[in-house]
């Protein structure tokens, strides 16, 4: 009897010294990257110029950066181009990561050199950690809207694209309203990219139905009784569409971002007809934010990389995965925008709508509430 | 009685190829499915050109180096995970089940712990203690040793403890030490021969699961094959699934090859003759 | 050795006592202590990996379960499991395992004897388990998309019944983007997991014992209730409690296939804490772990009750 109890209490301090070991965190490395002078530096001219701190990267030698598909606004070759222009390896982790799973695994990582360097977030998820992000300004920060970014240079838009339904020419009927897909023809057929309460584009596709049923910004629950419509008439495919189930034709019609229809339709030429349609008048608007890890293990890399991005070339291979480069306006009047990929973008009939917050936070709580009863 | 036993050897054996046959069926469609996706070309044709790429693995590697680390790295896992496992659970197993038997359930159930938690949530847990060990062990993807061998405890534990089931590890035991054993040649020479099935189960089993597990690795941001895979899968669908259905055959072949290690001596039975 | 159970030995082990222990009790009580502890030395490695490995992630989520925003301590991510469509995530999350856990332990069983009767150093056998073993962690989203290509609504078996033999698979509503699609896709690796788990067990049953009582004038039926599954019994009790927690927790396959609504507890887990849309539920998820925790260990205390029953049985 003795024994046992002896035994419970050896085995609770055990325990308790472990746990309490383990939930600190380990000391720090001596030489932490955030305190070297690439960490500190809030835009080129803080290390010296463009060349110290092209030369400061290229001595780090790599960069992590997460989340980025390389189908998604046309990131694999960015990456490419990043690494093949500064000979830096660039690790590529996690891409189907959300935005939140980025910040996750940026605290969970801290201090490892495989932690994240840069993010590439959505609007919710970049401006509730903004405490995570190190400043700096690009070289053609003021190329950007003021309202596409934030003052001291904590975050900045890198990208927008419009809310788009991209469909299997071959397989299903061309939608010419959002109405349409409630028809037979679209029997088991439509799915969405993901659930709208938990993946930013499906949560812009819901307001996209909402805007194209004779809703609005601020009441987005046409959208949510058009999926349950959609639904009802067996024509909602609960699977989450990939390249794969795209190519296999398992999903013929997706809702998501045009830049990824658009990539799709080009990776399938010749096997699949895949082509992109927005319904006029809902034009959702969506802008993805960039940021530098406050703790990024390659400082110089990651802010490198955003110069890459916001140069003329990082910003025309964004054009060039048809998504809208935040310096669109400034290049078209330098007279650098790459017109032929601009013009190939898919037509946007109507105003672009972008959510504000209020009308974010009153859309999520009308999801939180009914989004699983409609289609459940 | 000897019409008896070959009228029952007749019964069994069309019962066995009954069952193995209406389940082969079952198992192997939706393989057939992946390999008639991975034959798909342009304009409808059929084409082996994914499968001639994967044969011809120096442009493979060139084009997805990811890849090749992927493989370097499970197969450095698989081997460490399996010999943690072996050094770990097998002895310790035996050892509750001969000298703790008041523990049993408390260990049964701390194998079936890894089990309950969904990855993601695991990682929730594990990133504060890999903090430590990338701290003292660095950063390798072989590190992720200890995690598999806690993911691969359910499956092994099982294993192991249905052979021990078979066995009367108990006499076993009692008459080796009576003849003068310590423990330890009553655990490698008494009871370890007699439920080699069991351990080869759970290295199977073990093996498996580290050239499948996706999610730990992943989230830890480390590259193992089923990560590089995921990412071939961005660039190139049939791609991707060209090289699951690979790996899957890989896996099969390297499984099939460890089961001539569990060549069972079973002298005095004759085959055929079970149950 | 002597003076122990006059009844023999016991085959399945089950004797409390600890091997070579004075049956007469006539040891001094000091000497019983210290061969506790020689004995539980030997068992310090496993539980000071399991410690640290297992028991210290288990418990990080344990304590942020009960935590609230910004640090404070809170029952608030407990009680809200008891939000209706949290507990029905529960109740479809234990019918799934439970019954994928019984048809793969059936089925599984079936397959593993017809092993089992066949040479042991057979072809069969060898790439029947080695097939098993892949199969057994196939899953995710390549299994997902297998599936959906063979006999999703477009998938070639679908099409084949549909158009050759006339036969809709799919006339009263697609079910397998629902619980019975879910339970078809997920027998596919609890199946192999049951043969791997099971054959060791079976492979323990002596021919000698079918001999035995055929002689005594036993018949199949007697053999099979009564000397082989009592046998059989701890062996495929645990077998099952296994698949049922591998169903439980599996979570790739399930979103890949129903990525709508998060009908099962995982899938609600991995809302709470992937979430860029509706943030700030991470301890929520956590506290739904815990949840699946304590269901599991409620499902092996059941099976416990269950072991003792069914080794009645024996003796």
């Known amino acids: 009897m003795r024994s046992t109890l002896v035994r419970g209490r050896a085995l609770l301090a055990v325990v308790g010294l472990v ?51 390389p189908d998604w606004a046309n990131y694999g070759e960015i990456i490419k181009a990043f690494g093949d222009k500064y000979s830096i390896k660039v690790n590529s982790a996690q891409p189907d990561a959300s935005s939140q799973e980025e910040i996750t695994a940026a605290s969970q990582l801290k201090g490892q050199a495989g932690a994240p360097d840069v993010f590439d977030l959505g609007t919710a998820v970049a401006l509730a950690n903004v405490a995570k992000y190190a400043p700096y300004k690009v070289a053609t920060w003021n190329d950007v809207p003021d309202s596409r970014k934030e003052a001291s240079g904590l975050w900045i838009n890198d990208y927008a694209g419009y809310m788009s339904i991209g469909y299997n020419a071959g397989k299903v009927p061309a939608p010419t309203s959002l109405a349409d897909l409630l028809g037979p023809a679209y029997k088991g057929a439509v799915a969405l990219n993901g659930d709208p309460t938990k993946a930013g584009a499906a949560f812009n596709g819901v307001v996209m139905a909402a805007l194209a049923s004779g809703g609005s910004a601020d009441d987005i629950a046409k959208g949510v009784d058009f999926f349950a419509q959609l639904k009802k008439a067996g024509n909602l495919l609960p699977v989450d569409p990939t390249p794969a189930t795209i190519e296999s034709g398992q999903t013929p019609v997706v809702f998501d971002w045009d830049y990824n229809n658009v990539a799709q339709a080009t990776k399938l030429k010749g096997k699949i007809d895949w082509k992109t349609f927005i319904p006029s008048g809902a034009a959702v608007a969506g802008y993805y934010v960039q940021a530098i890890n406050a703790d990024a293990p390659h400082p110089a890399a990651a802010r490198l990389w955003e110069e890459f991005l916001y140069s003329d070339q990082g910003q025309n291979l964004y054009l060039k995965g048809a998504a809208r480069p935040v310096r669109v306006d400034a290049m078209q009047k330098g007279g650098t925008l790459d017109t032929a990929a601009f013009s190939a973008l898919p037509a946007a009939a109507g105003t672009p709508v972008v959510l504000t917050d209020a009308q974010t936070q009153k859309a999520k709580d009308y999801l939180a509430a009914n989004w699983a009863k409609a289609i459940g | 009685m000897a019409g008896l036993i070959a009228r029952r050897r007749r019964r069994q054996a069309l ?77 310790t197993v035996v050892w509750v089940r001969l ?18 938690i969904p990855a993601i949530v695991l990682v929730v847990g594990l990133a504060p203690v890999y903090a430590w060990v990338v701290y003292f062990l660095g950063d390798s993807t072989l590190t992720l040793t200890f995690a598999y061998t806690v993911l691969v405890l359910p499956y092994a534990y099982r294993a192991i403890d249905a052979g021990l089931s078979a066995i009367d590890v108990r006499t076993l035991a009692e008459a080796a030490r009576s003849l003068g054993a310590g423990w330890g040649t009553v655990m490698v020479r008494v009871v370890l021969p007699n439920i080699r099935s069991a351990v080869l189960s759970a290295v199977f089993l073990s093996v498996a699961l580290v050239l499948g597990e996706f999610t730990i690795a992943s989230l830890l941001s480390r590259t193992n094959v089923q990560v590089a895979i995921n990412l071939l899968g961005k660039s190139s669908a049939t791609m991707s699934v060209a090289v699951s259905l690979a790996s899957l055959i890989l896996a099969f072949l390297l499984l099939f090859v460890l089961s001539f290690a569990g060549r069972r001596r079973r002298s005095g039975t004759t085959p055929g003759d079970h149950s | 050795m002597s003076g122990g159970d006059p009844a023999g030995p016991d085959p399945a082990g089950r004797d409390p006592r600890p091997a070579g222990a004075d049956p007469g009790g006539t040891a001094p ?74 048809l793969g332990a059936v089925l599984g069983a079936l ?95 002596r021919p000698q014992w079918r001999e035995a009582t055929a002689s005594l004038g036993g018949s199949t039926w007697y053999y099979w209730t009564r000397v082989a599954a009592p046998l059989l019994a701890p062996a495929f009790l645990g077998a099952t409690l296994l698949l049922f927690a591998n169903a439980f927790s599996a979570y790739a396959t399930a979103a890949a296939l129903v990525s709508q609504g998060a009908p099962i507890v995982p899938l609600q887990i991995s809302n709470a804490l992937t979430s860029e849309v509706i943030l700030g539920r991470e301890n929520v998820g956590k506290a739904m772990a815990l949840g699946m925790v304590v269901v599991v260990a409620v499902v092996m205390w059941l099976y416990a009750l269950l072991q003792k029953r069914t080794s009645r049985w024996l003796g």
């Open chain 1, 19 to 69: 746990l309490a070991v383990t939930a600190c965190s380990p000391p720090a490395k001596t030489n932490s990257a955030a305190a070297t002078d690439a960490g500190k530096a809030k835009s080129a001219a803080d290390l010296g110029g463009m060349d110290k701190l092209v030369a400061a990267a290229k001595k780090e030698g790599t960069l992590n950066v997460i989340a980025l598909p």
């Open chain 2, 15 to 91: 019962f066995r190829w009954v069952v193995v046959a209406v389940l082969a069926v079952f198992f192997l469609l939706p393989l057939v499915a992946m390999f008639e996706f991975t034959t798909r070309g342009t304009g409808g044709h059929r084409t082996l050109a994914t499968w001639r790429l994967l044969v011809h693995w120096g442009e493979l590697a060139a084009t997805y180096p990811s890849l090749w680390d992927g493989m370097k790295n499970s197969f450095g896992l698989v081997l460490f995970t399996v010999l943690l496992m072996l050094v770990l659970l097998v002895p």
């Open chain 2, 99 to 116: 000298r703790l038997p008041g523990l049993r359930r408390v260990v049964e159930f701390l194998c079936l712990l890894p089990l309950t």
């Open chain 3, 29 to 102: 009580r000091a000497r019983v202590p210290l061969r506790r502890l020689r004995a539980l030395i030997g068992a310090v490695p496993f539980f000071a990996f399991i410690a640290v490995f297992l028991l210290v992630p288990t418990l990080v989520v344990a304590v942020g379960a009960f935590g609230g925003a910004g640090g404070t301590v809170t029952l608030a991510n407990l009680t809200s499991l008891g939000d209706g469509y949290v507990r029905d995530a529960f109740v479809r999350s234990i019918v799934l395992s439970a019954s994928t856990a019984l």
């Open chain 3, 111 to 205: 397959l593993a004897y017809a092993l089992v009767t066949a040479r042991p150093d057979g072809l069969l056998r060898r790439v029947v388990s080695s097939a098993c073993g892949v199969l057994a962690q196939f899953g995710g989203v390549t299994l997902a998309f297998a599936f959906i290509a063979t006999i999703g609504l477009s998938g070639f078996v679908t099409t084949f019944l549909r158009d050759q033999l006339g036969v809709d698979i799919y006339s009263s509503g697609v079910w397998l983007f629902e619980l019975p699609g879910l339970v078809l896709v997920y027998t596919y690796f609890q199946i192999p997991l049951m043969v791997i788990v099971f054959l060791p067990a079976l492979d323990g049953i």
